[in-house]
């Protein structure tokens, strides 16, 4: 079947510009979660949903950085006044139990951001 | 808070060497233990996990023991090939609120001479 999906795969804009990334999870799967991968760091978590609310936003960097998920199904990962340091690989996953310490997630390819 | 450490690479190995990326977590509870690679253009994907202590998890050559006593969950292979070059990220599960998050490693980039 069909993986996890990302788009745009890259995104180069200006500082102080709006970005707007999406994710297509697994059908079927409750849980998604948004990662980001600064060049020579690991993945952060940013934020993660269960069906359509966020129950923790604890990773999210600063308030120019909100996620909404509609449908149980596609989310959006916004960034206002884009910044230099916002520069990195996005990571979209989902999973289908999100309580379970055992799950396995499954992630897109990523978008790369590169706010010049 | 709950972390993960893994050995700086990159590494660099001929074909048919023996691999061992190093990896050690510090954790409250009982977290599940996991390894994903990264080929290159390509997403990350799970290699394999152990979700309880003295598990090993196995997939394609790969093995890791979840050792709770040094907490440590180092990946091995006994014979590399070119096609095993990627990065490898070591990672727990951690909770988080109604639910739960993974917390990875930096990473450590493998690469394979023939």
């Not at chain 1, 709006?18 to 948004?34: K, N």
């Not at chain 2, 598990?55 to 590399?80: I, M, P, Q, W």
């Not at chain 2, 990065?87 to 917390?103: H, K, M, N, P, Q």
């Amino acid at each position: 079947g069909a993986g996890v999906s990302q788009s745009p795969s890259n995104k180069v804009t200006e500082k102080g510009k709006d970005v707007e990334l999406r994710c297509d999870p697994i059908s079927g799967h409750t849980a998604l979660y948004w990662y980001r991968q600064r060049l020579g760091q690991g993945l952060e978590f940013l934020i993660y949903f269960q069906g359509n609310s966020a129950p923790d936003k604890s990773g999210l960097p600063s308030d120019r950085f909100s996620a909404e998920r509609t449908g149980e199904s596609v989310s959006t990962l916004t960034i206002q006044r884009t910044q230099q340091e916002d520069s990195a690989v996005y990571l979209c996953a989902s999973s289908p139990n999100p309580t379970s310490f055992q799950e396995t997630q499954y992630f897109g390819p990523g978008t790369r951001l590169l706010v010049l | 808070g709950n972390s993960v450490t893994q050995m700086e690479g990159p590494v660099t190995l001929s074909e048919e060497a023996f691999l061992t990326i190093n990896c050690t977590y510090t954790a409250t509870g009982y977290p599940s233990l996991f390894w994903y690679v990264q080929y290159p253009g390509e997403g990350l994907q799970l290699l394999l996990k152990a979700t309880k202590a003295d598990d090993k998890g196995s997939n394609k050559g790969f093995e890791a023991t979840y050792r709770k006593e040094t907490t440590s969950f180092h990946l091995e292979k006994g014979s590399v090939q070119v096609s095993d070059s990627a990065v490898y990220f070591c990672a727990l599960s951690d909770r988080v609120e109604a639910g739960t998050a993974l917390i990875f490693g930096k990473g450590t980039t493998l690469s394979v001479s023939s």
